[in-house]
């Protein structure tokens, strides 16, 4: 299978920033989508973002013009830059991806694979 591992959560002030990194690895021939979700506390996982491979990118109405996504087609690897931070936007943050790999003898298998999870928390 295709495994995700994010890093860079973290606590900061309101206005401040944070980048958040997602990675995949495994036998992958392609990704199609990656991207990020959240979830605050008592509150459904909510889209944030998303790129695709042909470099187009979705993004929330609440985070548009704070959130950039962006990401490493060499690396596997997904990025989150994230400014002017909002108490609001505390969550776990989740990162996707799609595509496809090897796997064992199959020459081309479909997965959908999911992160860990990484809090972000934004103080008052």
């Known amino acids: 299978q295709v495994q995700l591992v994010e890093s860079g959560g973290g606590l900061v002030q309101a206005g401040g920033s944070l980048r958040l990194s997602c990675a995949a690895s495994?036998?992958?021939?392609?990704?199609?989508?990656m991207g990020w979700y959240r979830q605050a506390p008592g509150k459904r996982r909510e889209l944030v973002a998303t790129?695709?491979?042909?470099?187009?990118?979705n993004y929330a109405d609440s985070v548009k013009g704070r959130f950039t996504i962006s990401r490493d087609n060499v690396k596997n690897t997904v990025y989150l830059q994230m400014n002017s931070l909002k108490p609001e936007d505390t969550a776990v943050y989740y990162c996707f991806a799609n595509g496809y790999y090897r796997d064992g003898k199959l020459p081309l298998s479909y997965f959908d694979s999911w992160g860990q999870g990484t809090q972000v928390t934004i103080s008052s």
């Open positions: 495994g036998s992958i021939i392609s990704i199609n989508d």
């Open positions: 790129a695709t491979s042909g470099s187009s990118t």
